[in-house]
T-cell receptor, first 112, second 113 residues
Framework: QKEVEQDPGPLSVPEGAIVSLNCTYS??????FMWYRQYSRKGPELLMY????GNKEDGRFTAQVDKSSKYISLFIRDSQPSDSATYLC????????????FGKGTLLTVNP | DTAVSQTPKYLVTQMGNDKSIKCEQN?????MYWYKQDSKKFLKIMFS???????INETVPNRFSPKSPDKAHLNLHINSLELGDSAVYFC????????????FGSGTRLTVV
């Protein structure tokens, strides 16, 4: 079983839709959970950062972490064509471990 | 001012050649990384340096050798290039320890022909 599983999509939605992106993981040591957004031919950029379980909201974006189910989600409300990108979940276990473990990424297209 | 800059952006080379990719960050971060992104967009860590000390060395062929002359620079040298080395190589940096936010460069697209 891979450490982090993410449905690669592609996911295509109309403008204004609510988008749900998800990752599952197997290593219960993970405690830092991030979502990165990567536009075509660009480097990933941090979108959301969560420590341990719970919800975090930033504008149209909400990140949820359920450590008991080893399941993390990113919700995008009122999606816009500019949200079209690959979304990657990234996890870290903390302590002396500096490594970010990424999911495979989900390609999202928001159609006007 | 670009925070993490990589050169070159594109690299096309023949099998068997040796090439280097350079990375510089002006964020004052202590830790730098090399990640490889394959054609399916999967990002996999290769190496990491913290204050010029190698702290992560994943299972990577010996043909790949990182070098960090100072904490603002991390270079990647690849010997005897193979077709399977074709990928996008990303440099990243972070401040602080585990759980820190990474800042990525824009990538070097390597094509081996």
């Amino acid at each position: 079983q891979k450490e982090v599983e993410q449905d690669p999509g592609p996911l295509s939605v109309p403008e204004g839709a609510i988008v749900s992106l998800n990752c599952t993981y197997s290593n219960s040591a993970f405690q830092y959970f991030m979502w990165y957004r990567q536009y075509s031919r660009k480097g990933p950029e941090l979108l959301m950062y969560t420590y341990s379980s719970g919800n975090k909201e930033d504008g149209r974006f909400t990140a949820q972490v359920d450590k008991s189910s080893k399941y993390i989600s990113l919700f995008i409300r009122d999606s816009q064509p500019s949200d079209s990108a690959t979304y990657l979940c990234a996890l870290n276990s903390g302590g002396s471990n500096y490594k970010l473990t990424f999911g495979k990424g989900t390609l999202l297209t928001v159609n006007p | 001012d670009t925070a993490v800059s990589q050169t070159p952006k594109y690299l096309v080379t023949q099998m068997g050649n040796d090439k280097s990719i350079k990375c510089e960050q002006n964020l004052g971060h202590d830790t730098m990384y090399w990640y490889k992104q394959d054609s399916k967009k999967f990002l996999k860590i290769m190496f990491s340096y913290n204050n010029k000390e190698l702290i992560i060395n994943e299972t990577v062929p010996n043909r790949f050798s990182p070098k960090s002359p100072d904490k603002a620079h991390l270079n990647l040298h690849i010997n005897s290039l193979e077709l399977g080395d074709s990928a996008v190589y990303f440099c990243a940096s972070s401040q602080g320890g585990a759980g820190s936010e990474y800042t990525f460069g824009s990538g070097t697209r390597l094509t081996v022909v």
